[in-house]
C-alpha cells in the first residue's frame, strides 16, 4: 500500500510540475494582453460603465494609484493644466469603498483641490502585482512538489521496512516450527 502512496504522488507531483511550467510561467505577450485589457477597462470605466468604475475604485483604492499612468488621465483635454484633474474619490486618501462616492464628494473636492490624489499610475503597479502573484503561485507549487516527493520516498522507505520486518517475522515463525519438530 505504501508503494503504491508513493508512486502517486509522484505522478502527482510531475503533473504538478507540468501544469505550473505551461500555465504559470508569465510572457511579455501575456504581460501585453493585460496591458490592453487594462487600457480597454480604463476607457470604459471613464465612459462610466458601472462594472469597470467599481473595478478601477477597488484597484486604485487597493494600490493608492490613479488612473492608467497617473492622474492627468483624469483630465479633460479642454481643462488646462494649471486646473487640478477631474480624479474620482477612488484616487483619493479619504476614500473609503463603504461610504457612496455622493457622501464622499465634499472629500473628493477637497482632495483635488489641495492635488492630494495619488500621483503614480495603476498599470505598471498591476502588472507588477501580476508578475509576482505568479511567481509566488510558482513558489508555492515547487513547495508542494517538493513535499510530494519527500513524502513519496518516506513512503517507499517505510513500506520497505514494514514488508522486511514481514519477512523477518515470517522467517522467524518458520525457523522455529522447524526447530520445534
Same mark, same amino acid.
Not at 87 to 108: K, W
Not at 111 to 132: Q, S, T
Given at each position: 500500500m505504501g508503494r503504491v502512496a508513493a508512486i502517486v504522488l509522484i505522478v502527482l507531483a510531475l503533473i504538478q510540475a507540468i501544469i505550473a511550467g505551461t500555465a504559470i510561467r508569465v510572457t511579455n505577450e501575456d504581460q501585453i494582453h493585460l496591458g490592453r485589457a487594462l487600457t480597454d477597462s480604463f476607457r470604459l470605466a471613464k465612459e462610466h460603465n458601472p462594472r469597470n468604475v467599481k473595478m478601477w475604485a477597488a484597484t486604485q483604492h487597493n494600490l493608492n494609484c490613479c488612473g492608467m499612468y497617473? /492622474?492627468?488621465? %483624469?483630465? $479633460?483635454?479642454?481643462? $488646462?493644466? %494649471?486646473? /487640478? /484633474?477631474?480624479? /474620482?474619490? =477612488?484616487?483619493? $486618501?479619504? !476614500?473609503? $469603498?463603504?461610504? =457612496?462616492?455622493?457622501?464622499?464628494?465634499?472629500?473628493?473636492?477637497?482632495?483635488?483641490?489641495?492635488?492630494?490624489?495619488?500621483?503614480?499610475?495603476?498599470? %505598471?503597479?498591476? #502588472?507588477?502585482? !501580476?508578475?509576482? =502573484? =505568479?511567481? #509566488?503561485?510558482?513558489?508555492?507549487?515547487?513547495? #508542494?512538489?517538493?513535499l510530494e516527493c519527500v513524502l513519496s520516498i518516506y513512503g517507499a522507505v517505510l513500506s520497505k521496512k514494514q514488508l522486511d520486518a514481514s519477512r523477518r517475522k515470517a522467517e522467524e515463525g518458520d525457523n522455529h516450527e522447524a526447530g520445534g519438530k
Open positions: 497617473g /492622474p492627468e488621465d %483624469y483630465r $479633460p483635454s479642454n481643462v $488646462p493644466s %494649471y486646473f /487640478p /484633474p477631474d480624479v /474620482p474619490i =477612488s484616487c483619493c $486618501p479619504a !476614500y473609503d $469603498p463603504n461610504r =457612496s462616492d455622493l457622501v464622499q464628494e465634499r472629500d473628493r473636492e477637497i482632495c483635488k483641490a489641495r492635488k492630494n490624489f495619488n500621483d503614480i499610475g495603476c498599470k %505598471y503597479l498591476v #502588472l507588477d502585482m !501580476y508578475v509576482d =502573484s =505568479s511567481s #509566488l503561485a510558482l513558489s508555492v507549487i515547487i513547495g #508542494l512538489i517538493i
